[in-house]
């Protein structure tokens, strides 16, 4: 089992930066890919970026601009900076974790609607205009 808890998120103006973060405990040497998803108020859930243990990142053409993904393995922590946010981003972040090795494209869409693997409570990120 694995236990992930986002921190970092914050309510913010336009245009500003914030770094979320996740800390996985438990069998975290099991864990290949990793990932963060947000959801905005009555919407689907979808990928923001995700990172297999040698940290490629992966990202869906939408998110590649503004955001980044890292993980530190030594700390089992996951990482994700933004930069230029919008109220568009408002949303909760959450942080996931699979077994599997990561995949990009659709993969990334299926992971956010059927939610396998481990998932953290979420992270508020709220940006005002």
């Known amino acids: 089992q694995v236990a992930l808890v986002e921190s970092g998120g914050a309510s913010v103006q336009a245009g500003e930066s914030l770094r979320l973060s996740c800390l996985a405990s438990?069998?975290?040497?099991?864990?290949?890919?990793m990932g963060w998803f947000r959801q905005p108020l009555g919407k689907g859930r979808e990928g923001v970026a995700i990172i297999d243990s040698n940290e490629n990142a992966i990202y869906p053409d939408s998110m590649k601009d503004r955001f980044t993904i890292s993980r530190d393995n030594a700390k089992n922590t996951l990482y994700l900076q933004m930069h230029s946010l919008n109220p568009e981003d408002t949303a909760m972040y959450y942080c996931s974790a699979q077994h599997a090795f990561c995949t990009g494209g659709y993969w990334i869409h299926q992971w956010a609607t059927y939610q396998p693997g481990y998932w953290g409570q979420g992270t508020q990120v709220t940006v005002s205009s």
């Open positions: 438990g069998d975290t040497d099991s864990i290949h890919c």
